[in-house]
C-alpha cells in the first residue's frame, strides 16, 4: 500500500507560480517512478513530470521548461514547481506513484489538488 498526499494547490494569476507537494506514506520501498499529472475539464489526464528511483526526470510537453520536479528523499516527497504559469495549466493535478513488487505492477493516485489559473 502506498498512500500520497498532495499540497499547494490554488488560484494563481497568469504569469505567476505554484509549488506542489506530495508525500508519499506506506510502502515507500517498493515506488519506482512518482510524479504529476493533470486533468483539464473536459480533457484525458496527461504527464506533467516523473522522476524515476534513479532520479531520470522526463516532463510533459505542457510543463518544459516552465515547471520543475524535484525531490526530497528524506522526506518522501516531490515538488512540482511551475512558474510562468497560463490559463490552460487550470486542472486537477494528481499526484502518481508506479510500484513494482515482485512481477506485479500497480499505479497510486493521490486525491488530487486543483490549480487554477484566472485573472
Known amino acids: 500500500q502506498v498512500h500520497l498526499v498532495e499540497s499547494g494547490g490554488g488560484l494563481v494569476q497568469p504569469g505567476g507560480s505554484l509549488r506542489l507537494s506530495c508525500a508519499a506514506s506506506?510502502?515507500?520501498?517498493?515506488?519506482?517512478?512518482m510524479g504529476w499529472y493533470r486533468q483539464a475539464p473536459g480533457k484525458q489526464r496527461e504527464l506533467v513530470a516523473t522522476?524515476?528511483?534513479?532520479?531520470?526526470?522526463v516532463y510533459g510537453d505542457s510543463a518544459q521548461d516552465r515547471f520543475t520536479l524535484s525531490r526530497d528523499a528524506a522526506k518522501n516527497t516531490v515538488y512540482l514547481q511551475m512558474n510562468r504559469m497560463s490559463p490552460e495549466d487550470t486542472a486537477v493535478y494528481y499526484c502518481?506513484?508506479?510500484?513494482?513488487?515482485?512481477?506485479?505492477?500497480?499505479?497510486?493516485w493521490g486525491q488530487g489538488t486543483q490549480v487554477a489559473v484566472s485573472s
Open positions: 522522476i524515476t528511483e534513479g532520479g531520470s526526470i
Open positions: 502518481n506513484a508506479w510500484t513494482t513488487v515482485r512481477d506485479a505492477e500497480k499505479d497510486w
Open positions: 506506506g510502502s515507500i520501498h517498493t515506488i519506482r517512478v
